[in-house]
């Protein structure tokens, strides 16, 4: 058999958000890597349309809502061992500072920060992370790397998960537990479709990238493959760029 150190055969990784976006290719690209998948989100039928299109056997999915303290629990106790987590769940949102009241911030800090943070503790804490596996979180350049105008509670959303990269990596480096990041640039999800910028104004912004394109699913997908896989077993704490060359201006 080839070497191949990317391969993720006989791993298990769990995979949040898994219904649409980087998610569900995520979970897509990591079955074609020979990795058993966990699936889980709010919507069951959309779950089932990402089943439907991975590769290999022995797949599962399981409907949780993470911003409900009883499914992050019941999600933590009905998986068995695992050896990877993609933690990719979360929404966005353009509001001046102005009119970003606490109401807004805790509903994005909720499903943004909140709910990964806790599922992922959870998961160490009831040691279902198994020793030499690999937790993945999708972060962004927004509120880390890029600061612009109306993105305030989503960007303080993610450089507050940003820093918990870093800290989980510390604490769970003792249990042979490795923590990373990942922050996009703009990827062609529905998740930028159905915010407040018009397709003008989206066209405009991806004129500033170096590569002249905003970034695909399958793009966060291949980095995140690299962070599961035994090609970055001495690589934890870090948060990986991947945003078409925006941020390296």
């Not at 590769?55 to 993470?66: F, M, N, P, Q």
């Not at 009883?70 to 949102?93: H, P, Q, R, Y």
């Not at 920060?113 to 020793?131: D, G, I, N, T």
């Not at 604490?171 to 915010?195: D, F, S, W």
Request: aromatic share 6%.
């Amino acid at each position: 058999m080839t070497y191949n150190p990317f391969t993720l055969e006989g791993k298990t990784i769990l995979v949040t958000g898994a219904s649409s976006g980087i998610g569900q290719a995520t979970a897509i690209e990591c079955s074609k890597m020979g990795a058993k998948v966990i699936l889980t989100a709010r919507n069951e039928d959309r779950l089932k349309e990402t089943f439907a299109q991975l590769a290999g056997e022995d797949h599962s999915w399981l409907v949780a809502d993470l911003t409900k303290e009883e499914d992050i629990t019941s999600l933590v106790d009905s998986v068995g061992t695992i050896n990877g987590i993609v933690l990719c769940a979360g929404k966005g949102l353009s509001l001046p500072v102005l009119y970003s009241t606490r109401e807004r911030f805790d509903d994005i800090f909720n499903i943004n920060f909140f709910s990964p943070v806790e599922l992922l503790r959870l998961l160490a804490k009831k040691k279902k992370m198994a020793k030499g596996s690999s937790a993945v979180i999708i972060v962004s350049i927004g509120g880390t790397g890029r600061w612009t105008p109306g993105n305030a509670i989503y960007g303080s959303s993610k450089a507050a998960l940003k820093s918990m990269v870093q800290y989980f990596a510390v604490e769970l480096a003792p249990k042979q537990v490795r923590v990373n990041g990942i922050c996009p640039g703009m990827v062609e999800t529905p998740l930028i479709h159905h915010g407040t910028l018009t397709q003008e104004q989206l066209d405009e912004d991806r004129e500033k990238y170096p590569l002249k394109r905003y970034g695909k699913p399958v793009d966060i997908a291949n980095g995140t493959i690299f962070l599961l896989s035994e090609a970055s077993s001495w690589l934890t704490g870090q948060s990986i760029v991947i945003d078409g060359g925006l941020t390296a201006r």
